[in-house]
């Protein structure tokens, strides 16, 4: 089966260049979600911080790894739980 690339928003970077700066006060970094279900993690990091869209990539599915504000990426194991603490792309 070929590797599909996951939907993404578009890509919103005002003049930060960090995931501090672009959370303008809001959470940006969740290791406290690694384990729980997919779409449980997606509902918490909306609503810590309602600038951001969630990226969920499946295991062994391709991903950008351009910087972009508005994007937080949750990768998931093989059963649709968060592998790794989802954060923003780091930039550079």
């Known amino acids: 089966m070929a590797a599909r690339w996951p939907s ?3 890509c919103y970077n005002p ?4 995931p501090r ?3 303008r006060g809001y959470k940006y970094t969740w290791p406290d979600l ?3 279900d997919s779409s449980e ?3 918490i990091i909306e ?4 600038l951001v869209s969630v990226v969920l990539i499946k295991k062994g599915q391709l ?5 972009c504000c508005n994007r937080v990426y949750v990768f998931l194991d093989e059963n649709s ?3 790794s603490k989802p954060l923003p792309p780091v930039v550079g």
């Open 15 to 18: 003049a930060c260049q960090t």
């Open 34 to 36: 690694v384990g729980k």
């Open 81 to 83: 739980k968060v592998s």
């Open 41 to 43: 993690a997606e509902a």
């Open 63 to 67: 991903w950008l790894t351009d910087y």
């Open 8 to 10: 993404y928003p578009p």
């Open 47 to 50: 609503h810590d911080n309602p």
């Open 21 to 23: 700066c672009c959370a």
